[in-house]
């Protein structure tokens, strides 16, 4: 039986994993295919059972259905279980499927090469946020530092995480050059979104890496800023791409190749290759 995959979500068709997972799949001469599913809220039980019966071979989910597909799981993997949310689910060789979380590592994976001892701060204590600090801390990383508009979100999350330590935003602007890796987490800079910056880089440190998860437009605001000082920016599309590739993985043994998806990707959405 010719093997299937998925993308579920609501909405769906901006969806881009089926144009990067079709072409893994055809470029590794692998024989399946991949779709986006339209998944109505009250529908979702519904449409896990028919993904099930049908023979599904694994799926990713995207919102807002990352924490809701939970009860209709076999089994969660670590790496969904310390924030609670699924984005991938695997099909396993006795029929159970189990849910994975690959935002994190794979946000990680688009850094590049980054040192256990930096110290990294984190603005937003969202989910985004949450996923990203828990992939931190699972690869070894302790040194890192949340700032968000209010504390109790913060706190929060550093609690359920055991790891980290909160800073005001004000806070964190001024002491910006002790730190070596800067993630945006929230959703300004997003299209539509208003185009204001959670804090000011004017004194970002010489040749930290600047990195906003933001994918569309593949240039915020905050990365524009970025560029004018001596550093190194990443946009969201990295994350994007190495989380897919992680899911790839696990469904078909192989990583496909990631670094040149990037860029494809780029120039799909009408860009060029930024992240410098």
Known sequence: MKKWFAVIGNPISHSLSPFMHEKWLRELEIDASYIPI?????????????????????????????????PFLDDIDESAKGIGAVNTVVKTKDNRFIGYNTDG??????????????????????????????????????????????????EKMINDLNIGLFIPLKEAESQLNMFDVVVQTTPQGMKNQVNTLPIQLNKIKEHAIVADIVYNPLVTPFLEEATKYNV????????????????????NGIYPNSDDMIVRLTEHLGGNYVNR
């Open 232 to 251: 190194q920016t990443i946009n969201g599309l990295g994350m994007l791409v190495h989380q897919g590739a992680i899911a790839f993985s696990y469904w």
């Open 38 to 70: 339209h998944v109505e809220e009250n529908n979702l039980e519904e449409a896990i059972r028919g993904l099930k019966i049908l023979g599904c071979s694994g799926w990713n989910v995207t919102v807002p259905y990352k924490e809701a597909i939970i």
């Open 105 to 154: 590592l794979g946000f990680i994976k688009s850094l590049g090469s980054i040192n256990l001892e930096d110290n990294i701060l984190m603005i937003g204590a969202g989910g985004a946020a949450r996923g990203i600090v828990s992939a931190f801390k699972q690869a070894g990383f302790t040194n890192i530092t949340i700032a968000n508009r209010t504390a109790e979100n913060a």
